[in-house]
């Protein structure tokens, strides 16, 4: 497998092959949402094949956020998110980061787990709509 930096039209072509989200996003909405913010896109990729995404903007000097991110079906449980998450943490360190940031939703336990173990810790809960779309908001802080 390898990860590495990719385009925003990758990252959508991912991103519509992974069924949990309702509405995928496009390289439109993708380059609207990172533009000016300084992004990172990641991908995974095995085999000439992508299978796993993971975008990130900068929300200060000092804050990085982990935007959205996902593995398709196929390519889950042989380490694809946590090689992506290092890969990210690692770009964010060197960047000059104190804090990464990351929401996620009780609908996704795996994210949920996958967060606890890398050692981020949950700051706040959203309420919104039913339970399984409770907004869980992560931080992970180290020093420069």
Request: glycine share 8%.
């Amino acid at each position: 497998m390898n990860i590495r930096e990719a385009s925003l039209a990758e990252a959508a072509s991912v991103l519509a092959r992974i069924e949990e989200f309702d509405h995928p996003e496009t390289e439109h909405s993708l380059a609207t949402r990172v533009r000016g913010r300084c992004p990172l896109i990641l991908v995974a990729e095995k085999e000439g094949e992508l299978i796993g995404v993971k975008i990130g903007y900068s929300l200060s000097e000092t804050c990085y956020y982990s935007w959205l991110g996902g593995v398709v079906a196929e390519g889950r449980h042989n380490g694809v998110a946590q090689a992506l998450m290092h890969t990210q943490e690692a770009w964010v360190k060197a960047q000059g980061y104190l804090e990464l940031r990351v929401k996620s939703r009780n609908r996704y336990p795996s994210m949920l787990r996958l967060l606890l173990r890398n050692g981020y810790q949950i700051e706040h809960m959203e309420k919104k709509d039913g339970i399984e779309d409770y907004r869980l908001h992560f931080v992970k802080s180290w020093d420069k």
